[in-house]
């Protein structure tokens, strides 16, 4: 019997993007993004191991509440 599916869930939409881009680059907030990637598939495989199960995969939950295109331009 297989463990389920993954959750990650991100609220993006309590970030003020202008705020972010002021502090960091695109490069910086894209590894960012994948090492949490990669983060989360190596938890979820060590705990497949610590069980002896598989798991079916995952799912990427992003929350946008409250991010809208005056966020994006200015």
Do not use: C
């Amino acid at each position: 019997m297989a463990i389920g599916i993954a959750v990650y869930y991100e609220r993006l939409g309590d970030v003020d993007p202008q705020s972010v881009h002021k502090h960091v680059t695109k490069e910086e907030i894209l590894h960012f993004h994948a090492y949490k990637q990669e983060q989360s598939l190596r938890d979820i495989t060590n705990l497949a191991v610590e069980k002896k199960r598989p798991f079916k995969g995952r799912v990427a939950v992003m929350d946008l509440s409250g991010l809208g295109w005056k966020h994006m331009h200015k």
